[in-house]
């Protein structure tokens, strides 16, 4: 089946006031060349690192329908399938604009310190169920993946969910403004990006942004258990949210937990829906997802759509990339499990994922082991939030603790000897560490923010599975 066209050349010029030539239609949008599928309209960004423009010819090799760029390398013929604009990130902006001005989707913006990601695929599994659905890929969530995530709209999409990102002031209230949702989601105010701000009611008053772009009409989902929810609601209301829907524990909570019981590979829940009870099955584990799947419900609610239909959804929840993914690597001697937490770390989701790991089965003889990397961006509270960990460590039963980065070592000065597995400055170092002590048996946690790169001790584990199996060939 041909695949309908996002952008002909005659729509992405409206939208740009750009020159196009070639006759063209694309089905996607990309920008960045290694990932391109053919038939993408490739826009050739001005970054920190790279210029787009130098990957024009690389990318129409790929398949790209056309470019849009602020020239054409030099000996590229005058009729190659382009548009040609001023300001290339500028022309991202405008087809971003266009595409949500065109849709007829109902939108959900989610932000929050924390469970941003997980909440905006649950959202996207619940309602995909219900309606053709869109949501931005990943954490497509700053001033370069929102415009990205708009222009990728379909425009038979009933639903859409962008997630918006931030780690100073200032920076939701334009990308809200930009996607003018219809429901605006805030998941929690939580100890995250505070090297950047005074207190957490700072961070409330930046994710409170996210009401800045509100449609006429719409609704602002708010974690009712949170000590910042006056706060958060003060101002829904001065921005004129039409209404407030809540989640959480609280008694009076819109969309209210009941019970739970939290098994090492799932969560069983039953809760409340503006007065009606569902009980349901998240397919991963932890109590953060259950917050997540309140906030999800409660989004659900808020526009209108099947509360049951999408509560029972959630048994099909993958988590996303780097957000609790469990894996199996075989070693000679019997396997061990991995949980991939590398996305990035602060204080609430260490927490949140040490209570997982707590919570784990282990093999005989096996081992709880945290490989724990920097929480960054902490600021003056870096220390003092480091060493609280090891509260939570002590509290679930964790087995070993290897730690990565400067600023961790606080942690790592402090744990007990029969806690500590080791510290090292940088990743590749620990990830040596951490490979040569693994065992068959144990389950092993690795976290850590994105700087620390935390990737390369999830992949010399990984790499053990490579090693076991070559040997055993070797054997036959």
């Not at 970054?47 to 990318?59: Q, R, S, V």
């Not at 056309?66 to 020239?71: K, P, Q, R, T």
């Not at 049951?308 to 959804?313: K, R, Y």
Request: aromatic letters at 4%; one cysteine or more; proline letters at 5%.
């Amino acid at each position: 089946m041909t695949q309908k066209p996002l952008w002909t050349a005659q729509d992405a010029a409206d939208a740009t006031d750009g020159q196009v030539s070639g006759s063209w239609a694309a089905t996607g949008v990309s920008i960045d060349s290694r990932t391109l599928e053919p038939g993408d309209l490739f826009i050739a960004l001005k970054g920190p690192n790279f210029d787009g423009h130098t990957f024009i010819a690389e990318a129409l090799a790929k398949g790209a329908a056309a470019v849009v760029s602020e020239s054409l390398p030099e000996g590229m013929a005058d009729n190659t399938s382009a548009l040609l604009v001023p300001d290339t990130f500028k022309a991202l902006q405008d087809l971003g604009e266009a595409g949500r001005a065109r849709s007829q989707a109902t939108v959900i913006a989610v932000t929050g310190s924390v469970g941003k990601t997980g909440t905006k695929e649950a959202l996207q599994t619940c309602l995909g169920f219900q309606a053709p659905t869109h949501a931005s890929v990943g954490s497509f969530n700053n001033q370069w993946g929102v415009p990205l995530s708009l222009a990728r709209l379909p425009q038979e999409a009933g639903y859409a969910i962008f997630e918006l990102g931030m780690n100073h002031p200032g920076e939701i209230g334009p990308l809200s403004r930009m996607v003018q949702p219809d429901v605006a989601v805030i998941t929690a105010i939580e100890a995250a990006h505070t090297e950047f701000f005074k207190s957490l009611a700072e961070i409330a008053d930046a994710k409170a942004e996210i009401f800045d772009g509100l449609r006429p009409g719409g609704a602002a989902v708010l974690p009712r258990d949170n000590p910042h929810y006056g706060q958060l609601v003060s101002r829904a209301e001065a921005a004129g949210v039409a209404r407030v829907v809540s989640f959480g524990h609280d008694t009076s909570a819109d969309a209210r937990l009941l019970e739970c019981e939290v098994h090492p590979d799932k969560s069983e829940v039953t809760a409340e829906v503006a007065g009606k009870p569902y009980s349901f099955t998240i397919a991963v584990p932890g109590m953060h997802w259950v917050s997540n799947a309140l906030a999800v419900l409660a989004a659900v609610h808020a526009v209108g759509g099947d509360v049951w239909l999408a509560s029972q959804a959630l048994a099909r929840l993958t988590p996303p990339a780097g957000r609790g993914e469990q894996t199996i690597v075989r070693l000679p001697g019997g396997p061990f499990a991995v949980v991939d937490e590398t996305y990035n770390a602060s204080p609430s989701s260490v927490r949140a994922a040490l209570a997982v790991l707590g919570n784990s089965e282990v093999g005989q003889g096996g081992r709880r082991i945290a490989v724990l990397g920097d929480m960054r961006e902490l600021g003056t509270n870096s220390a003092i939030e480091h060493s609280a960990l090891l509260d939570v460590l002590k509290a679930e039963g964790i087995d070993l603790v290897f730690t990565c980065g400067p600023e961790i070592k606080v942690l790592a000065d402090i744990l007990p000897e029969s806690l500590h597995g080791g510290h090292r400055e940088d990743s590749v170092s620990l990830a040596e560490l951490v490979a040569q002590d693994v065992c068959p048996g144990d389950v092993v946690l690795v976290k850590g923010s994105k700087a620390v790169r935390m990737g390369r001790v999830l992949e010399a584990l990984h790499n053990l599975n490579r090693e076991a199996r070559n040997s055993a060939a070797n054997e036959r």
